[in-house]
């Protein structure tokens, strides 16, 4: 019934930008924390940003200065804008929604950075 729906991922070249957005079907999206988790082939999913209800961001220290979380309550929608690419950010990036006990999941986007 709710569903977490990804769109943005695709192939950009090293030092080039995306934003990554995530779309709740679900009324309470407004107070939940959000995320955005990647994993790279042959490595553990790994935390890339979070963000509250209320819009105070966390960044993982690899992606700080680089990538910016946002969110849209009205819109159920949180974004992660990445600038500086790296190759090393060549991932899938998954949307998480934190309902307390629990965490959805979105289906994954594809982002391949290349140089």
């Known amino acids: 019934q709710v569903q977490l729906v990804e769109s943005g991922g695709g192939l950009v070249q090293a030092g080039g930008s995306l934003r990554l957005s995530c779309t709740a079907s679900?009324?309470?999206?407004?107070?939940?924390?959000m995320a955005w988790y990647r994993q790279a082939p042959g490595k553990q999913r790994e935390l890339v940003a979070d963000i509250s209800p209320g819009g105070r961001p966390n960044y993982a220290d690899s992606v700080k200065g680089r990538f910016t979380i946002s969110r849209d309550n009205a819109k159920n929608t949180v974004y992660l804008q990445m600038s500086s690419l790296k190759t090393e950010d060549t991932a899938v990036y998954y949307c998480?929604?934190?309902?307390?006990?629990?965490?959805?999941w979105g289906q994954g986007t594809q982002v391949t950075v290349s140089s």
């Open positions: 998480n929604r934190q309902a307390g006990w629990w965490w959805q």
């Open positions: 679900t009324s309470i999206f407004s107070i939940n924390n």
